[in-house]
């Protein structure tokens, strides 16, 4: 025989259950919240590597200069009294072109960082 016994608002189980879904909606929210940092830092992270926002590394630029830009001229070249680079842009530019020629398939990264050593070492300009 089953006994119902009714406890209305006061229903010791009822209450319970109100707990743990409370605590399962607290619980809910940390993790949103925790997503939503993960997912904003990791979106922020990629649009500055995109926008290429990274400092350039001169020291990494000359040891990839000397891997893989000697095989046609040396640093003189930079220093020669009719050399052709008159400002940044023209020194970006003129990494660019001599990395396809000397097929070095640099990264963004690479690139900047070659054209820095470059000015730092060599051209000296202002950006
Ligand atoms: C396939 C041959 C070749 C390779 C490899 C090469 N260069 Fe050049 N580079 C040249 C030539 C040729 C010139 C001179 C062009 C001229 O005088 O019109 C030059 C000129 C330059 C200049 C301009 C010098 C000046 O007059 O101020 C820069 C800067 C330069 N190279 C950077 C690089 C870098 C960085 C690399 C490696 C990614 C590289 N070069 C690899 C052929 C090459």
Known sequence: MVSTVSYGKLNPLRLNRHKIH???KQMMTKILVFLFLVATTFTFSLT???AGERAPDAA???TLHSKSCMGCH???QYTRSNRIIHT???L???VKF???AANADFSPNDLNDVVEHLNVDFYKFGK
């Open 60 to 62: 990494h630029g000359k």
């Open 88 to 90: 940044f842009e023209d």
């Open 48 to 50: 500055s590597a995109w």
């Open 22 to 24: 409370n605590g399962a």
């Open 74 to 76: 040396d640093n003189s």
């Open 98 to 100: 001599c990395d396809a």
């Open 92 to 94: 970006s530019a003129r």
